[in-house]
């Protein structure tokens, strides 16, 4: 695992979006960039906003939905990219998954082939102060593809901010697993703030254990983590 740990949260996005800009000026045509939600990579996606980088060759493709929420949910994660991303940079094709179907698990058998047919090229991720990536909570194997998990209530209790109460978030999600993850080519990681420095130590001194599932990324060749000060404080 390689790191950098930058002081501010604004500067984290800063160079987090260079990463990012690298690889997409680098690679010209048929590029696929796995997308996150959450507050983590907001910043990194307003330096986007304001760039005029050419992404028509890029097509992305996002981690994770909540079921039951519709594309045109205010807080279904196919909003959030639209009103942080989508709607100022233009790429290629953007997919994730539907959280309204009828059947969540044909939906995620359907976008595990979806992701494993584009291959992802860089994964960009965030990290739950669980440990958790995309939407897999503690005690998921390592080998999980797409899939539906319940979510705990300590990441519901984190993502009730985005809703009007703790009642409102859904109890379950669509998430690529993490065997999913694992085969992006490569994986760029961001966190800040003091809220995650326990696991972002567990993830990067701890033993590979699903008790903190952000461990997996150990085994992962190339993988550049970005910190501020904060969430660098325990290592
Ligand atoms: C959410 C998302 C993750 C995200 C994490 C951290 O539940 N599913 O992809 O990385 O939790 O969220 P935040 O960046 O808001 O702290």
């Not at 097509?59 to 959030?80: I, K, W």
């Not at 100022?88 to 059947?103: H, I, N, Q, R």
């Not at 003091?194 to 599932?213: H, L, S, Y």
């Amino acid at each position: 695992m390689k790191w950098m740990i930058v002081e501010k949260a604004e500067a984290l996005a800063q160079v987090t979006y260079q990463l990012l800009k690298n690889e997409i000026q680098r690679q010209e045509e048929g590029l696929t960039i796995g997308l996150a939600t959450g507050s983590s990579p907001v910043g990194v996606y307003e330096e986007w906003c304001q760039d005029t980088l050419d992404c028509s060759h890029v097509t992305t493709v996002n981690l994770d939905e909540y079921v039951g929420l519709s594309p045109t949910h205010p807080q279904s994660y196919h909003t959030f990219m639209k009103e942080h991303l989508f709607n100022a940079v233009a790429f290629k094709k953007s997919y994730l998954p539907f959280g309204d179907t009828e059947d969540a698990h044909a939906e995620s058998e359907r976008y595990e082939h979806l992701v494993r047919k584009l291959g992802v090229d860089l994964q960009l991720l965030g990290i739950g102060s669980n440990g958790h990536i995309a939407f897999n909570e503690p005690g998921t194997s390592f080998d999980a593809t797409t899939h539906v998990t319940k979510l705990t209530e300590s990441t519901r209790e984190a993502n009730q901010r985005f809703f009007d109460k703790l009642e409102d978030v859904p109890s379950h999600a669509i998430t690529m697993g993490l065997g999913t993850i694992m085969e992006a080519k490569k994986i760029l990681l961001v966190a800040s703030s003091a809220r995650k420095a326990e696991a972002v130590r567990d993830m990067m001194e701890g033993p590979a254990t699903t008790d903190c599932p952000a461990t997996i990324l150990q085994r992962h060749a190339d993988v550049m983590i970005v910190l501020d000060e904060e969430a660098a404080a325990l290592l």
